[in-house]
Nanobody, 123 residues
Framework: QVQLVESGGGSVQAGGSLRLSCAAS????????MGWFRQAPGKEREFVAAISWSGGSTYYADSLKGRFTISRDNAKNTVYLQMNSLKPEDTAVYYC????????????????WGQGTQVTVSS
């Protein structure tokens, strides 16, 4: 079992930055690939980024490459999402998730989910 708790969301003006954190419980954190997803009101959950269990491989949504960076610290059982040059269209609830089988951009492949953290970007 893995429990995930996101933090770091908030309100920011366009062009600003935020860093989201996702703290995991459980001793098996380092065996899971981790992903970030987001969901805006009235829209489907959207893949943002994923990182392998070792941190050696990362995978991003094409539209977000260059602005968002995913990283992890297995010693702290935490995965991060650094978000720069934020735009109003980045406004959403951001979720982290754990995938035992490996990197995936499909939310259906993920085994555990956090409760989400709200990010609001104003113009």
């Amino acid at each position: 079992q893995v429990q995930l708790v996101e933090s770091g969301g908030g309100s920011v003006q366009a062009g600003g930055s935020l860093r989201l954190s996702c703290a995991a419980s459980g001793r098996t954190f380092s065996t899971y690939a981790m992903g970030w997803f987001r969901q805006a009101p009235g829209k489907e959950r959207e893949f943002v980024a994923a990182i392998s269990w070792s941190g050696g491989s990362t995978y991003y949504a094409d539209s977000l490459k260059g602005r968002f960076t995913i990283s992890r610290d297995n010693a702290k059982n935490t995965v991060y999402l650094q978000m720069n040059s934020l735009k109003p269209e980045d406004t959403a609830v951001y979720y982290c998730a754990a995938d035992f089988l490996g990197l995936s951009k499909s939310p259906y492949e993920y085994d555990y989910w956090g409760q989400g953290t709200q990010v609001t970007v104003s113009s």
